[in-house]
């Protein structure tokens, strides 16, 4: 397992921009998939993005608004949020499990982050 924690949430207007971090420690990161999670009050924690070795992966609601890269050589993993709508507000979470393949259940993940709160107003 790895340490992980998340940074960048906030107060944007919508149509704004976040960059989410998720910085890990304790393993080298490069081999592991790592997905951004999000959970809003009464609602199911549902996966927004992840990110293998060499791939990405959206769901249809992200796909052409959030963009999932990783820097190895910082241990890091970004989520840019763009065109941010009031019904993206939630708390995401970052989440990883040693692993090279597309993993979309967070039952599957063995690390995660504390979360950190997103709140888009209109």
């Known amino acids: 397992q790895v340490q992980l924690v998340e940074s960048g949430g906030g107060l944007v207007q919508a149509g704004g921009s976040l960059r989410l971090s998720c910085a890990a420690s304790?393993?080298?990161?490069?081999?592991?998939?790592v997905g951004w999670f999000r959970q809003a009050p009464g609602k199911e924690r549902e996966l927004v993005a992840g990110i293998t070795w060499i791939s990405t992966y959206y769901t249809d609601s992200t796909k052409d608004r959030f963009t999932i890269s990783r820097d190895n050589a910082k241990n890091t993993v970004y989520l840019q949020m763009n065109s941010l709508k009031p019904e993206d507000t939630a708390v995401y979470y970052c989440?990883?499990?040693?692993?090279?393949?597309?993993?979309?259940?967070?039952?599957?993940?063995?690390?995660w982050g504390q979360g950190t709160q997103v709140t888009v107003s209109s």
């Open positions: 304790g393993r080298t990161f490069s081999g592991y998939t």
């Open positions: 989440a990883a499990v040693e692993s090279r393949k597309v993993v979309r259940t967070a039952g599957d993940f063995d690390s």
